[in-house]
């Protein structure tokens, strides 16, 4: 069985080919990081525009040497409406073409699955935890395509708060990785930032500790006589407000994450979406892991962030476990705020 993997649903165009046994042939990957910078943030109409500039090139290297295709699987949301419909219009026109069937895949479940790719010994049950640019969620997995969510942010999410914090600090786009970089450099201690630790919740919430930072820098400032456009701060500041604010996000992750999987009686966890490319976020939540003898599984830095190979593993199984019957599917629809869902 060769699936190809289609992902566009924010600013990566991936696609990808996973054969017998989920594992990975080959990957391709546009990303648009570079669009998007002078702005701070995804421009959505710039983001669709560029997915469909690149999409058919990356189709065709993945065809090359005319590679046979069994079936198809792309990202129908969560994620941007005009970004995902690029993905969706090119896995039918596929599908249409090759007369190969083509499966909606969840970008969540996907990175829920990423692990997957280079821990073939990882199965389910385990703790997921999804932390991304967009989402923050606790999630049992029981099963391939059976869950529980058990909680999940009520404001900001995590790899939000990153970017948010950077663009307080003056710092580049997306924030997450400079972030990471500059802590190293920074004392965790130096301020003690608030942790959102919501007892009796599985949730989680973030945006207090942006504004806790936003009204640090702000008295910083004004007892400087300085005004918060007269950043950047000295180096060894920014540092140390990046290690306190990057400790207070990890702590509270990786408290719940530990508790949850004790809770439910797990032996493993794995982590997938853009922050878990955090360098203190994988060093703690190991080392925690070992201290309560949970096995943490994080996937390798490419398949952290958004790719392609993560949506045709996760389609892989679809196909593979009987989830996916050719002859009852509706029309595949995409849906910028697709909830996770079972598989039956
Ligand atoms: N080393 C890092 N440390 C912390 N955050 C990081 C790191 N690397 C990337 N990120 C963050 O990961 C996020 C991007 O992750 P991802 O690509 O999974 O998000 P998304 O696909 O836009 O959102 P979602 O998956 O929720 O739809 C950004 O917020 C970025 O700052
Ligand atoms: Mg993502």
Redesign the pocket.
């Known amino acids: 069985m060769m699936i190809l993997g289609i992902e566009t ?4 165009t991936s696609c990808a080919l996973i054969k017998e046994g989920g594992r990975l042939v080959r990957q391709a990957l546009f990303s648009q990081t570079e669009l998007h910078q002078t702005f701070k943030g ?1 421009v959505p109409e710039i983001a669709s525009r560029s997915h469909l500039e690149k999409i058919n090139e990356l189709v065709e290297q993945m065809i090359q040497g005319n590679q046979k295709i069994d079936g198809i699987a792309v990202t129908i949301g ?2 941007l409406v005009g970004s995902l419909l690029i993905g969706k219009m090119t896995a039918e026109a596929l599908g249409w073409v090759w007369d190969v069937p083509v499966v909606g895949i969840n ?2 479940e996907a ?1 829920l699955y990423s692990s997957f790719l280079e821990h073939k010994e990882l199965k389910p049950p385990f703790m997921g935890a ?6 923050t969620h606790l999630v049992l997995v029981e099963d391939f395509g059976k869950y529980k969510v058990l909680g999940r942010t009520r404001d900001d ?4 708060a ?2 948010k914090v ?1 663009k307080l600090l003056g710092l580049d ?5 400079i ?3 500059l802590a190293k450099k920074g004392d965790p201690t130096a301020i003690p930032f608030p942790r959102a630790h919501l007892p009796g919740s599985w949730d989680f919430s973030f945006s207090g500790l942006k504004t806790a930072v936003l009204y640090f820098l702000q008295n910083l400032t004004n007892k400087g006589g300085l005004k918060i456009e007269s950043l950047p701060l000295p180096l060894k500041t920014v540092a140390d407000i990046c290690a306190s604010f ?1 400790s207070a996000v990890v702590d509270v992750l990786v408290r719940k994450t530990i508790s949850a999987a004790k809770k439910f009686g797990l032996k493993k966890i794995a982590v ?4 878990s ?5 994988r060093s703690e939540l190991i080392k925690k892991g070992k201290e309560n003898k949970l096995k943490v599984y994080f996937p390798s830095l490419p398949y ?3 790719n392609g190979a993560m949506v045709a593993l996760t389609g892989y199984y679809k196909f593979k476990k009987g989830f996916y019957d050719a002859k009852n599917q509706e029309p595949l629809e995409v849906n910028p705020s697709l909830p996770i869902k079972n598989w039956n």
Request: net charge negative; hydrophobic share 25%; glycine share 20%.
């Open positions: 649903s924010c600013d990566e995804v969560p994620g970008h969540l990175h999804i932390v991304s640019g967009g989402h999410s995590a790899g939000e990153y970017d950077a786009y997306p924030g997450g990785p972030i990471d970089r990057q997938g979406g853009g922050v490319a955090n360098s203190f976020l952290s962030t958004d």
